[in-house]
């Protein structure tokens, strides 16, 4: 899953690809790249200037018609909250509706519902939207994460979306401390285990950049070994700023793994 973020103000790319052309210009190098889908996101997930429902929009649903047009098959995904927003990109050509905030606005999956979209379950820790973390605390954060994703999983199915289209996401460093985000790491097969498809979203996270006391743009090898660990013990869906390395180690995890043959086995045989 490439990350294209139609925000001036990302953590990581700094508004890289809050311009039209610029955007649509990441988009295609990422499929190129070997994305198998795209998140649009139209607010920065962090602090910062307050974004609009309407400027949320304007961001994302023509974009998102846009991309459709170009790519046909591409699977698309929009990171939003706002119940408004989910709507109005589903029907625009959004497949997937990646709902970070874990159903703060409790309207959302009725979205997903009406138009056969997917939806992202995920953890926060009941923090409100654009808001970071504190002293969070939890007796289990992997049995908090668990019970939060799969009640909101069970919920979207009973509100009518489709079961082949949820995925959880224990959502590393949102309503989490360092120690949480790598706990969560270490202990992924426990939320592979619950049957549900696992996106993780490790990427330049602050707890690689605090544990390797790196900033945001020297993070991606702690990205590619979060990313293969989580890979090896049973994530699905890895949202990812650099697709051809994240494609390359997660090729040669699916490998490893016995799921997918190697390109080549010329070495020694011939």
């Known amino acids: 899953m490439a990350i ?12 890289a690809t809050f311009a039209t052309d610029a955007a ?6 990422a499929v190129a790249d070997g994305a198998d889908l795209v998140d649009i996101g139209g607010v920065k997930a962090g602090y910062g200037e307050p ?14 018609a846009g991309i459709r047009e170009r790519h046909p098959s591409l699977v698309i995904s929009v990171d939003t909250y706002r119940s408004g927003v989910a709507r109005r990109v589903v029907e625009a050509g ?4 990646n709902d970070t905030w874990s159903g703060s606005d409790p309207d959302l999956v009725y979205a997903a519902a009406e138009f056969g979209a997917g939806l992202v379950c995920s953890h926060v820790g009941g923090l ?16 908090d994460v668990i019970s939060t994703t799969t009640r909101l999983a069970d919920r979207a199915v ?6 082949d289209g949820i995925l959880i996401d224990p959502t590393h460093d949102f309503g989490k401390n360092t120690l949480q985000s790598l706990e969560l790491t270490r202990r992924l097969d426990e939320l592979a285990a619950t049957g549900w498809p696992v996106l993780v979203a490790v990427s330049n996270k602050d707890f690689i950049g605090e544990t390797l006391e790196l900033p945001p743009g020297q993070r991606g090898n702690g990205t590619l070994a979060a990313l293969s660990i989580s890979a090896w013990l049973g994530a699905r869906v890895f949202r990812v700023h650099d697709v051809p390395a994240a494609r390359q180690a997660l090729d040669l995890i699916a490998v490893l793994r016995g799921t997918a043959q190697p390109a080549g086995t010329r070495r020694s045989l011939a």
């Open 4 to 15: 294209v973020n139609r925000t001036p103000d990302s953590f990581f790319d700094r508004g």
């Open 24 to 29: 649509y210009a990441a988009i295609d190098q």
């Open 51 to 64: 974004v609009s429902e309407d400027e949320e929009l304007r961001r994302t649903v023509d974009f998102v």
């Open 94 to 97: 959004a497949d997937l509706l």
């Open 128 to 143: 409100s939207p654009r808001t970071d973390p504190h002293r969070m605390a939890y007796d289990d954060v992997v049995a």
């Open 158 to 163: 009973a509100a009518g979306v489709r079961r």
